[in-house]
């Protein structure tokens, strides 16, 4: 995973050209071809979990001294539903299917922030009973 921040602008200048947006982050598998974020807690095909690829915005807002806001945003959510030839060489690449943002890999991106900054009061994460079948 790439992280792009306010000198990555042109990459997402959607993001980086809005003043409140400065000191935002991107998590990005946008030049990693082949790049996911693992299996799917969500999404399936019968009882197989999918392969699960997305950027995330992360929206940072000072509170005070102590305190910052996070808010993560996803971006292009999509998960791997099968293979598919993408030259004439027969190089294979995934085919992907657009899906609904879910918050548990927004909230594992939290955790792991959480962890870093030393936070142990976090609660764990309830991953839902209804999963999503993908055709």
Do not use: C
């Not at 050209?17 to 082949?34: A, F, G, Q």
């Not at 996070?70 to 690449?93: C, D, E, F, L, W």
């Amino acid at each position: 995973m790439t992280v792009y921040k306010e000198v990555d602008r042109l990459l997402y200048d959607t993001i980086f050209n809005k003043d409140e947006n400065i000191n935002d982050l991107v998590l990005s598998t946008r030049n990693l071809k082949h790049a996911t974020l693992g299996y799917s807690d969500v999404y399936f095909k019968g009882k197989k979990p999918l392969l699960y690829k997305a950027e995330f915005h992360l929206h940072f807002e000072r509170i005070n001294d102590t305190i910052t806001k996070i808010k993560i945003n996803t971006i292009n959510p999509k998960v791997v539903i099968g293979k598919q030839r993408i030259t004439m060489a027969s190089h294979k690449g995934y085919k992907y299917k657009t899906v609904e943002p879910t918050t548990i890999e927004e909230y594992k991106i939290l955790l792991r922030i959480g962890k870093i900054a030393g936070e142990k009061k976090m609660p764990f994460i309830n991953l839902p009973e209804q999963k999503y079948n993908i055709p």
